[in-house]
């Protein structure tokens, strides 16, 4: 009879190797610019133009992720009403006609999924998609606004490989404004392009890596994370942003997002489908936990 040490030893042999398969994400900055990680955030942000009441500014805070955009006055409260999914990293390098110098850089090892070359066909401009896989399902990280671009799809990249240059391309933006708007992303189904071609009637030049298909992370607030604890996940970073809103919906509904990210399912795996699903969202529709319900429901 093996002893119980021995027992526990084996187990945790047997276990070592998926263990193993959890990588560090490694994080670097996307550009020489590191204000992020002490700088005042004018240094690190770049500005929006902003008309409000009358009174034409140029606020830095329009540049970072969060609800920071079009305010609007509700009573004696300034709301917000418009999302802003990554972070605007202003340009710390400019030749002498003011065009943007700085290198865009891969933050962590990953494999590029998608380049999109032509400016025209994206609010993106030219931009650049990467696949991390850190052991716990892809995460997408999004370079927009490339003057140019070097990555090839396919290429593997490491950590601050050089990608492109920084630009101002995509719309909206002018040469004071150049700046490389970066995300990091869940992907949200497999099926984008039927959906797509059943909701609008114009091209989807880019296919599952189309914005509307990629649901970011607050990535300021990771990298912040990061630097005090290199160990944390994405996932756990994930499902520890704050619940805002639930969406029930049919248990018939295929959930995609539960294939690639599994760690997002609260409770037991349900052995059939169950009789609806409860979605939890971050304020801004980040999905942070996903659970079987004994709820009926014919729709969301």
């Not at 540049?63 to 917000?80: C, E, H, N, W, Y």
């Not at 972070?87 to 494999?111: Q, T, Y």
């Not at 999924?113 to 995460?139: C, E, L």
């Not at 071609?197 to 509307?212: A, I, M, R, V």
Request: charged residues 15%; neutral net charge; glycine residues 10%.
């Amino acid at each position: 009879m093996r002893s119980p040490l021995f027992c526990v030893s084996l187990i945790l042999a047997l276990l070592q190797p998926a263990v193993a398969q959890i990588q560090r994400m490694g994080l670097v900055l996307p550009t020489d610019n590191a204000a992020l990680l002490g700088g005042p955030g004018a240094d690190y942000y770049q500005f929006v133009d902003r008309t409000f009441e009358g009174a034409k500014t140029t606020p830095w805070e329009g540049g970072k992720f969060g609800f920071v955009r079009d305010p609007r006055r509700i009573g004696s409260r300034l709301a917000f009403s418009r999302f802003h999914e990554g972070m605007d990293v202003k340009p710390v390098h400019r030749d002498s006609r003011g065009d943007p110098l700085d290198e865009v850089r891969a933050i962590s090892a990953g494999e590029v999924m998608h380049v999109a070359t032509v400016a025209s066909q994206s609010n993106y401009g030219r931009y650049i998609v990467i696949k991390h896989d850190w052991g716990y399902g892809p995460f997408y990280s999004l370079y927009a606004h490339l003057r140019e671009s070097s990555a090839q799809p396919g290429e593997k990249v490491t950590a601050g490989q050089a990608l492109g240059i920084m630009g101002y391309t995509g719309a909206g933006i002018d040469q004071r404004r150049a700046h490389t708007h970066v995300e990091l992303n869940l992907l949200l189904s497999d099926r984008f392009l039927q959906w797509h071609d059943s909701q609008f009637n114009t091209p989807n030049h880019h296919g599952l890596y189309n914005g509307l298909n990629l649901i970011g992370l607050d990535i300021a607030g990771l990298y912040q994370k990061h630097a005090a604890n290199p160990g944390l996940t994405a996932a756990q970073f994930v499902t520890s942003t704050p619940a805002y809103y639930r969406v029930l919906v049919p248990g018939s509904a295929d959930m995609d997002v539960l294939k690639h990210y599994p760690w997002l399912l609260d409770g037991e795996s349900p052995s059939g489908k169950p009789s609806s699903w409860e979605v939890t969202f971050s304020s801004w529709g980040l999905p942070v936990a996903i659970k079987a319900s004994a709820s009926n429901c014919s729709q969301p």
